[in-house]
């Protein structure tokens, strides 16, 4: 198995356990009016992932379709960078958040060399899509994927709940 797919698949992990302990359970993200923004932030991440977990699970991209995963990396890139900014001008962050961000920004700079490399070896072929069996990693990216889907239509609907409240306010 690639070590590309492990570093998605510790993403995912770690992810979730800063979406359930730090988003949902200490800070409440859903419920707070003045987390709108961080909200629309983490659906389009949500999106990001799902995406991404879903095209590397049973795929290797190759040729000119690797600037699919290149797009979904970038633009994971800007949507982080972006909320690094905003939840620190919004909230005080718990310190089980900063410190599980540490991994996620550690394990993503793993992940953006490490599936980069697969990448620069995917481009020289010929433009397709090749199937992959990663065994039971690609059905674990695969119910990530549902999981960061279901997800980002949720916080995309707090996100759409909360904006109505501030607008009525």
């Not at 992990?13 to 949902?24: K, Q, S």
């Amino acid at each position: 198995m690639p070590p590309y797919v492990l570093t998605l698949i510790a993403h995912g992990v770690i992810g979730f356990l800063d979406v359930v302990i730090n988003h949902e359970w200490l800070s409440k993200l859903p419920s707070r009016r003045e987390c709108v923004a961080e909200e629309r932030l983490h659906s389009a991440r949500e999106f990001l992932f799902a995406a991404l977990f879903a095209s590397l699970a049973w795929a290797e991209w190759h040729g000119a379709f690797v600037w699919w995963i290149v797009a979904l990396f970038a633009g994971e890139l800007l949507v982080s960078a972006r909320d690094v900014v905003l939840e620190g001008d919004v909230r005080q962050l718990p310190a089980s958040e900063r410190f599980l961000h540490l991994f996620l920004f550690m394990n993503l700079g793993i992940m953006y060399t490490l599936t980069g490399q697969a990448l620069l070896v995917w481009h020289a072929l010929p433009t397709g899509l090749a199937p992959v069996d990663h065994g039971w990693a690609s059905w674990v990216l695969t119910a990530m994927a549902l999981g960061a889907l279901g997800w980002a239509l949720r916080d995309g609907l707090a996100a759409l709940r909360l904006g109505r409240k501030a607008a009525a306010v």
